[in-house]
């Protein structure tokens, strides 16, 4: 049964700092990975989309890295902001048309 | 492009009473997915149903609990008899047939509080 853990569970950085958010995966055998962001009382936001033949991904000031044979996923946030300030969570899928397999997330807050 | 909807986005009932949850997909979308998320956790996995048909409900609750997704207009998730713990953000999420972009596009969700 895949899990999906992330770490740290929460986060307060100083603006501008660059910081990493962990996602870990039991199951190696995924067939993507992405990243979401969701602010307080709101839907999902996606950020990035990893496919599993992919080792990272950027946007913005946002880049998604893969390690499928260790199970990991980092992602890197450069000169944070204040208005990044949300719960970060990462998702798996086993195959194409399955559902996602969440993380927990991690709590970012970013003070001015 | 309208993206995933969802209403109401607030419900509140009382114990014992029903709830019905409603999700119109991304237009052209024939895949529909319901998440619930309790408070304080991630999102978890109830079920996934294609146009008239389940595909997947084994993250759904064996009682009280049905979804269905009619040839014509909404996905419906049904709670019966709501409990304080059916108390989450219910999220539905749609994907467009194989060959599209592999993806989920999020609804806002729907709150229900159970008082």
């Known amino acids: 049964k895949q899990e999906v853990t992330q770490i740290p569970a929460a986060l307060s950085v100083p603006e501008g700092e660059n910081l990493v958010l962990n996602c870990s995966f039991t199951?190696?055998?995924?067939?993507?990975l992405q990243w979401f962001r969701q602010d307080p009382g709101k839907g999902l936001t996606s950020l990035l989309l990893?496919?599993?033949?992919?080792r990272e991904q950027t946007s913005g000031r946002l880049n998604a890295s893969l390690d499928k044979s260790s199970g990991r996923s980092t992602l890197y946030i450069a000169a944070s902001q204040p208005g990044d300030s949300a719960t970060y969570l990462c998702a798996v899928r086993l195959g194409y048309g399955q559902n996602f397999v969440f993380g927990p997330g991690t709590r970012l807050s970013v003070l001015p | 492009n309208a993206g995933v909807m969802q209403n109401p986005r607030h419900l509140v009932r009382r114990r014992g009473q029903e709830a019905r949850l409603r999700c119109s997909p991304v237009k052209g979308h024939s895949h529909v997915y319901w998440y619930r998320q309790l408070p304080e956790e991630g999102l978890k996995f109830m079920v996934y149903?294609?146009?008239?048909?389940?595909?997947?409900e084994s993250g759904m609750p064996k009682e009280r609990f049905s979804a269905e997704f009619p040839k014509e207009g909404p996905s419906i998730l049904r709670i019966q008899q709501v409990v304080r713990g059916d108390s989450a953000a219910y999220f539905c999420?749609?994907?467009?047939?194989?060959?599209?972009?592999?993806?989920?596009?999020f609804g806002p969700g729907t709150r229900l509080t159970v008082l």
């Open positions: 149903l294609q146009k008239e048909n389940i595909i997947d």
């Open positions: 990893i496919q599993s033949s992919q």
């Open positions: 199951d190696s055998a995924i067939y993507n």
């Open positions: 999420a749609s994907s467009p047939e194989r060959g599209g972009p592999d993806t989920q596009y």
